[in-house]
């Protein structure tokens, strides 16, 4: 079975290739072809440092991490100069709360979500404990969902930044974006999404959104491991420190002191990771031309054929709203522990993610260990959801 | 191969409920968690003469996780916890996760040793008991 966009994703031409239905795509999603080609060249034919070098190798590999900058930028419909490279997400997300956070002062407030990955919620802790600032938790509701009432009522004038994801990875609930930003926009408070799964259902309409900071991965939007975006508005980036200090970075360094580059040079110090950002620039520019209503239709249809199958099996409990939702799918079976099932899946060539995700708050909030995760991705097929509900099947069988 | 990981005797120490709870007398108290996927083990010890004689658990985690808690406090019941036997049963689990030679009552762990990613649910225990050794030592 093949999918309109299989062709495109050179791990499905492996022969007897390993995890044959990947459905572990919240974590890391395949790399496509045009990302994988780009990552290759880089490395080939265009190794070299950028931005310093006059010879005609560096200024090729220099041309091209611009021109994956820009490609980011076009995509995100935002200014080249506001993208920065990064790790990847949570690198993004500790350098606002290092860079921006650290201007913050007791008594200012950021407020984030019970929903949140770590890396949305430990950054912050950090801050709060390093600059006295008070840390606001959004609950979340029986369907996994952010209860917004609630953060509306939270919300107020001390507060500074809302951090918050844009679909959770364990419930695959979408945020209200426009609603948290018109809450935030009545207080002069700064929005930050955490993107890391939603920005591989197409890029990301920044402008639209309204909010002040982006962060993504490369891995989970079809692109290289190890790299990552953070977008924020100009005016935002120029008032930010640097967290690491080095190479590039700078503007004039003498023995008694430094100053800074302007971004986004003043936020990558040291030798980016080039090829990777040249193979997330394609991976983004191939997403940014797909079809992206067939590609929600096509996840939409395959995670309704799981959950319906889910649901003729009495032993199991989905987390997450019905609608409003991506194709993350986390479920509890009475008497398994999720690395269990996991395991027995993983006999079926089905893999999956069993664990607390990142996310021991949202844990805690359901009185659960953890859970298993189901994610698709546009090469996902009805084999991998029917392969995964007999794997399902036997786990019952052999655990319970 | 994970097609042998959940035999009927692994599943059978994972709920085996023979040691679970605190033992009556027990003073000691040792943890441990594993980060990456929740896990926890708490280990109960009876103290005396400097080891530990009886031996109660409470396990939150996977098959493996119980199983291993549940052989561990088997082998305590037999002979008491010290700095020997501690030491063997570390010795005993990174032969069998070796791939090497498996002690009897560890025999339904053994096919975790092709699984690395299960290897810290098979040592979770030995991880507390480690701490429950150490209130020995400094009480």
Redesign the interface.
Same mark, same amino acid.
């Given at each position: 079975m093949t999918t309109p966009w299989s062709a495109d994703f050179p791990f499905l031409a492996v022969p007897d290739r390993l995890s044959p239905h990947y459905l572990d795509n919240a974590a890391t999603t395949q790399i496509v072809r045009p990302a994988l080609d780009a990552l290759v060249r880089a490395e080939v034919e265009l190794r070299a440092n950028v931005h310093r070098a006059v010879h005609a190798r560096g200024e090729a590999a220099t041309a091209a991490l611009e021109a994956a900058r820009s490609a980011v930028a076009a995509a995100f419909r935002v200014q080249g100069e506001e993208i920065i490279f990064t790790s990847g997400t949570t690198h993004a997300i500790n350098l606002v709360a290092y860079g921006w956070g650290q201007r913050l002062q007791p008594g200012d407030r950021v407020i984030v979500s019970a929903l949140e990955h770590h890396a949305n919620l430990v950054p912050w802790q950090m801050l709060a404990e390093r600059r006295g600032i008070e840390l606001s938790v959004v609950p979340v509701d029986e369907d996994g969902r952010l209860d917004l009432a609630a953060f509306e009522d939270l919300i107020d004038h001390q507060t500074r930044l809302v951090a918050l994801t844009h679909a959770s990875n364990v419930t695959g609930a979408v945020t209200d974006v426009a609603r948290v930003v018109a809450a935030a926009r009545a207080v002069d408070a700064l929005v930050l999404l955490d993107g890391a799964q939603m920005a591989r259902h197409g890029p990301p309409d920044l402008e639209a959104l309204g909010v002040d900071f982006y962060a993504c991965s490369g891995h989970k939007l079809f692109g290289p491991t190890g790299i990552g975006v953070l977008w924020a508005r100009r005016a935002v980036l120029a008032d930010m420190l640097p967290m690491l200090g080095g190479g590039s970075m700078i503007r004039r360094v003498t023995l008694s002191g430094s100053t800074w580059a302007d971004p986004p040079r003043r936020f990558e110090a040291g030798t980016p990771p080039i090829a990777a950002a040249i193979g997330l620039g394609a991976a983004i520019s191939w997403l940014s031309v797909q079809d992206h209503s067939a590609m929600a239709a096509h996840e939409h249809a395959l995670t309704e054929r799981l959950l319906e199958g889910l649901r003729q099996r009495q032993q199991i409990r989905v987390l997450g709203p019905r609608r409003g939702r991506i194709g993350v799918v986390a479920i509890t079976i009475e008497g398994a522990?999720? *690395?269990?099932i996991a @395991?027995?899946l993983?006999?079926h060539g089905v893999a999956v993610r069993?664990? *607390?995700h990142c996310c @021991?708050p949202l844990?805690d909030r359901f009185d659960l260990?953890?859970t298993t995760r189901l994610s698709l991705a546009p090469y996902t097929d009805a084999a991998d959801i029917d392969a995964a509900l007999a794997g399902i099947d036997d786990a019952i069988r052999?655990?319970t | 191969m994970?097609?042998a990981?959940?035999q009927p005797a692994l599943?059978a120490h994972a709920k085996d409920t023979a040691h679970v709870g605190r033992p009556e007398g027990a003073s000691l108290e040792a943890r441990a968690d594993n980060p990456?996927?929740?896990?926890r083990v708490v280990l109960f010890g009876v103290a005396q003469a400097g080891q530990i004689v009886r031996m109660g658990h409470t396990a939150?985690?996977?098959?493996?996780c119980k199983a291993a808690t549940a052989i561990l406090a088997a082998r305590v019941a037999a002979v008491p916890l010290n700095a020997a036997t501690l030491a063997a049963w570390h010795r005993d689990l990174d032969q069998l996760l070796a791939g090497g030679a498996v002690a009897v009552d560890l025999a339904p762990l053994a096919p975790a040793a092709a699984?690395p990613s299960?290897h810290a649910?098979v040592r979770l225990a030995a991880v507390a008991a480690d701490g429950l050794w150490s209130a020995v030592s400094e009480a």
């Open positions: 522990h999720p *690395h269990d @395991q027995v993983d006999q069993g664990g *607390h @021991q844990m260990d953890g052999q655990l | 994970s097609e990981l959940y599943l990456l996927c929740g896990d939150r985690g996977c098959v493996v699984h299960r649910c």
